[in-house]
């Protein structure tokens, strides 16, 4: 039976489940893992300059290819770095593992240079946090990580201290990493049948949609065509709905348009579909509030509820459509069309060139980026004002991807995001909308 460093399996079997890159800085404790990365030379180490940027890079890739990343961060400090970014994939909901090297384990407790307790860092960040300390917890615990970071598309951390990471253990043949696959979530039926009786009985129903309606588009369109009801989208939900919809009009919230925001105020039936919108003054008062969501947890946080359904947004629609009869009165659909069409009206009357030697708007600029960009490019932007100018003007078409910090709120993301998206889809135009102070925060990464 041979014997391997523990950061070899890791190394070895991160490399068999097709990891390419691992985005990281090295120091002292993460030392064999580089040394393990060099022997086995089929994932690079993708260098930054901030384990921040490390973490958000992970994140986007994760987000455009839906497979597990990687990244990783040395003792103290360097964990601590990692922090920020691994909140944004925590609440982005992406696959991401992250490999937090730490003291010697002789030291921990006394004080010692560097010290931290990660174990406890990273619990407030992550569905799976745990510490390797011997070799036969591997390649289990490794295990465990990768398939909780991939089954709750959520971040996993190990922590691996450096002197545990050099010691060896005996292993006969390397075990295969087979991925876990994401489970269609289908409600109970009597569930979908409760869903179609308050379908039924709704006058004005407005559908309201969020992240979770990714592939689902055809679906929404659908029942908002049957229903003939107004769809609204959170911001996340953008990219998933908005794109040849003849029932969308805007958003709601703090970026929101008049028409969405009227759209859920005056429904009497509001239909939550995939979104956890947190803004709770936005939400109606006097209406059915039914609520799709594969997580549980999330159902009736925001609001009371008249009835909370745990499934995929997708699955649930596909059994719920054949319930639904078409309607033929239009009255609230076509009242909310015209308010939006006077919004976006309104919007695109800054979106003009001004004469020469007049500062132009930022509306301006990114119509015209939005009318220049590839049909399939990916766009990230920072927290602050690049926030309004993505959700108002530029449009989205079922092939392109927008990237933000959407629940976390940090600045300085786009760069970050550009960097992982781009090493996601080399050959994919990616733009990073990045506000002065978010560029100036993380410019180091331009090195």
């Given at each position: 039976?041979a014997?391997k460093?523990?950061s ?40 930054v ?30 964990n ?11 609440r ?6 992250a ?6 384990q ?18 407030e ?5 745990e ?20 089954g ?60 979770g ?5 055809d ?5 908002a ?43 009497d039936?509001?239909?939550?579909l995939?979104?956890?919108?947190p ?9 059915k ?20 359904i ?56 990114v ?28 449009k ?6 927008i990237?933000?910090?959407?629940n ?8 970050m ?21 978010g560029f ?5 990464e331009?090195?």
């Amino acid at each position: 039976m041979a014997k391997k460093r523990i950061s070899d399996v890791l190394i070895d079997v991160l490399a068999s489940a097709g990891i390419k890159r691992i985005y990281g800085i090295t120091g002292d404790s993460l030392n064999s893992v580089n040394d393990s990365l060099r022997r086995n030379g089929k994932i690079a180490f993708e260098h930054v300059r901030h384990e921040e940027t490390a973490a958000f890079a992970a994140g986007a890739e994760a987000s455009l290819t839906h497979k597990l990343t990687v990244c990783a961060g040395s003792s103290g400090p360097g964990n601590l770095h990692l922090i920020n970014g691994l909140f944004d994939c925590h609440r982005n909901r992406v696959p991401v593992l992250a490999i937090a090297s730490h003291i010697p384990q002789s030291e921990v407790g006394l004080n010692y240079f560097q010290e931290t307790h990660p174990e406890n860092l990273f619990k407030e960040c992550s569905c799976f946090c745990e510490l390797i300390s011997n070799p036969k917890q591997m390649p289990e615990i490794l295990f465990r990580a990768m398939n909780a970071a991939v089954g709750n598309q959520d971040v996993a951390v190990i922590v691996l201290p450096g002197d545990v990471a050099v010691m060896e253990m005996e292993i006969d043949e390397l075990p295969v990493w087979n991925p876990p696959r994401l489970p269609h979530i289908v409600p109970q039926r009597a569930d979908i049948e409760e869903m179609a009786a308050h379908l039924e009985t709704g006058k004005r129903i407005t559908l309201f949609c969020g992240a979770g309606c990714e592939g689902a588009h055809d679906e929404v369109v659908e029942l908002a065509k049957r229903l003939q009801a107004p769809v609204v989208h959170a911001f996340r939900g953008k990219e998933w709905v908005e794109w040849d919809n003849p029932y969308d009009v805007g958003m709601t919230g703090l970026l929101g348009y008049t028409s969405g925001y009227r759209a859920i105020e005056q429904c009497d039936t509001l239909v939550m579909l995939g979104t956890d919108f947190p803004y709770r003054p936005f939400y109606p008062e006097n209406a059915k509030v039914i609520q799709v969501d594969r997580d549980p947890s999330a159902l009736g946080r925001r609001v009371p509820l008249t009835q909370g359904i745990i499934g995929t947004v997708k699955d649930t629609l596909k059994e719920l459509l054949p319930l639904v009869s078409q309607r033929g009165d239009t009255e609230f659909i076509d009242t909310v069309r015209k308010a939006y069409a006077k919004f976006r009206g309104d919007l695109d009357s800054y979106a003009v060139a001004e004469p020469d030697g007049v500062a132009i708007h930022p509306q301006y600029f990114v119509n015209r980026l939005n009318k220049l960009a590839a049909e399939d490019a990916i766009f990230t932007f920072d927290v602050g004002t690049p926030v309004i100018w993505t959700a108002r003007h530029l449009k989205t078409n079922g092939k392109r991807r927008i990237l933000g910090s959407y629940n976390h709120g940090s600045m300085a993301n786009a760069m970050m995001h550009a960097i992982g998206a781009q090493n996601a889809c080399p050959n994919r135009q990616v733009i990073s909308l990045s506000g002065d102070g978010g560029f100036t925060m993380m410019m180091g990464e331009m090195l």
